[in-house]
Nanobody, 125 residues
Framework: VQLVESGGGLVPAGGSLRLSCVVS????????WGWFRQAPGKEREFVAA????????GYADSVKGRFTISIDNAKKTGYLLMNSLKPEDTAVYYC???????????????????WGQGTQVTVSS
């Protein structure tokens, strides 16, 4: 299973970006999706997650109300729409997927088996 991310870049504070993550797999599966980020000198942290059918989502308090996670299972693609970006949102963002064994999404990085390569998001002040 391979994940390819795109959509990162440099944006001024208050701006928006949409990250995309495409899953490449030959067999049809259902996945929970998650987005994490890691800033320089900091540990990787949870950002947002969605369950396999898009029916349930969860967000870190720091991004709640500003970020929106979504999926398109037909395209095997996950998205993270980031609005009202702040300089403290600057980090490498990673998408992750895990085959669903329940209806509840996962929020811990060790619960995910498959990861993207990361995409840099830089928010200027």
């Amino acid at each position: 299973v391979q994940l390819v991310e795109s959509g990162g870049g440099l944006v001024p504070a208050g701006g928006s970006l949409r990250l995309s993550c495409v899953v490449s797999e030959s067999t049809l599966s259902t996945y929970h999706w998650g987005w994490f980020r890691q800033a320089p000198g900091k540990e990787r942290e949870f950002v947002a997650a969605v369950n396999w059918n898009g029916g349930a989502t969860g967000y870190a308090d720091s991004v709640k109300g500003r970020f929106t996670i979504s999926i398109d299972n037909a395209k095997k693609t996950g998205y993270l729409l980031m609005n009202s970006l702040k300089p403290e949102d600057t980090a490498v963002y990673y998408c992750a997927v895990q085959r669903a064994t329940s209806h509840q999404y996962y929020t811990r990085d060790y619960e995910y088996s498959y990861w993207g390569q990361g995409t840099q998001v830089t928010v200027s002040s």
